[in-house]
């Protein structure tokens, strides 16, 4: 079964960066995109980019460009998101989310999450 | 800052209907298909509906999608404890070229 398992709980002070991971099993790595979106406290979802897990090609949210990266390892079927300059605003918690053909293959949906990751940016 | 806009909260009691606006524009819902998430207190989201109206396998048929010009509405009839959560309506932007989330709803019941 479908398996997406992120790293733990980060901690740390503003202008840090903070790199996490999202190691995927259960599936054909190269064969699906992944997501990023992230969820601040009390907030709801906030897209932040894509990644095509077999060029590693990449999209971002206007909000974070210059600021994020997203990568991939396909020998560990692993995905990586790279946020720089933190401030508080980017306490959250990170969900990478596979990009799945929908059953009736009219779109795509985010069938698979991970569990999250909490970020937390405190002096 | 979400593009689709959300009612904050809706509530029922049990066995009532509850219904989820979601209010977009024709860069996203007027033009794309719109999926829901449910998330559970604590967990991550879950699939609820895709392409407007289409529930996953294992969904109770209790919940359904709808759409229509450039907005989305999410309806649980039947209510139960258990649908106690947040409900994240999204689609795909055109013009922002990425995904967008609705503000999410939290429903509770009484």
């Known amino acids: 079964q479908v398996h997406l398992v992120q790293s733990g709980a980060e901690v740390k002070k503003p202008g840090a960066s903070v790199k996490l991971s999202c190691k995927a099993s259960g599936y054909t790595f190269t064969n699906y995109y992944m997501h990023w979106v992230r969820q601040a406290p009390g907030q709801g979802l906030e897209w932040m980019g894509i990644i095509n897990s077999t060029g590693g090609s990449t999209s971002y949210a206007q909000k974070f460009r210059g600021r994020v990266t997203l990568t991939r390892d396909t020998s560990t079927s692993t995905v990586y998101l790279h946020l720089t300059s933190l401030t508080s605003e980017d306490t959250a918690v990170y969900y990478c989310?596979?990009?799945?053909?929908?059953?009736?293959?009219?779109?795509?949906?985010?069938?698979?999450w991970g569990q999250g990751t909490l970020v937390a940016v405190s002096s | 800052q979400s593009v689709l806009t959300q009612p904050p909260s809706a509530s029922g009691t049990p066995g009532q209907r509850v219904t989820i606006s979601c209010s977009g524009s024709r860069s996203n819902i007027g033009g794309n298909y719109v999926y829901w998430y449910q998330q559970l207190p604590g967990t991550a989201p879950k699939l609820l509906i895709y392409t407007n109206n289409q529930r996953p396998s294992g969904v109770p048929d209790r919940f359904s999608g709808s759409k229509s010009g450039t907005s989305a509405s999410l309806a649980i009839s039947g209510l139960r404890s258990e649908d106690e959560a947040d409900y994240h309506c999204?689609?795909?932007?055109?013009?922002?070229?990425?995904?967008?989330f609705g503000t999410g709803t939290k429903v509770t019941v009484l």
């Open positions: 989310a596979r990009w799945g053909v929908s059953a009736d293959s009219r779109g795509h949906d985010l069938d698979y």
């Open positions: 999204a689609a795909w932007d055109d013009s922002l070229r990425g995904l967008v």
